[in-house]
Nanobody, 126 residues
Framework: QVQLVESGGRLVQTGGSLNISCIAS????????MGWFRQAPGKEREFVAV????????YYSESVKGRFTIARDNSRNTVFLQMNNLKFEDTAVYSC???????????????????WGQGTQVTVSS
């Protein structure tokens, strides 16, 4: 059974940093690109970052580029999202997802992913 479980979300002040993680089970993440999405209250879910299987290629949304870093540890079946210089508008539920595509693209879409976690809440106070 494929399962993705996020953790690490919490309340943080503007300008602060946070590292959230996603532990996968039921499959080997080394065989799949993995991504992060987020959904703020009243808004649609949006793409944040994606990483290919060997970590050579990474893409980010324009809103987080230069502040967020996606990483993976295939030996631990875990994906990470390091978030620096957090802004109030980064407040959202962050979810990791497994890609069903062989190749990743710069503006990944929800339809590129076939399994999702429940998400972890990140709240940035102003």
């Amino acid at each position: 059974q494929v399962q993705l479980v996020e953790s690490g979300g919490r309340l943080v002040q503007t300008g602060g940093s946070l590292n959230i993680s996603c532990i996968a089970s039921g499959f080997n993440i080394a065989d799949f690109p993995m991504g992060w999405f987020r959904q703020a209250p009243g808004k649609e879910r949006e793409f944040v970052a994606v990483i290919n299987g060997n970590s050579v290629i990474k893409y980010y949304s324009e809103s987080v580029k230069g502040r967020f870093t996606i990483a993976r540890d295939n030996s631990r079946n875990t994906v990470f999202l390091q978030m620096n210089n957090l802004k109030f508008e980064d407040t959202a539920v962050y979810s990791c997802a497994r890609s069903s595509k062989l190749y990743i693209r710069t503006n990944s879409r929800e339809s590129d992913f076939d399994s999702w976690g429940q998400g972890t809440q990140v709240t940035v106070s102003s």
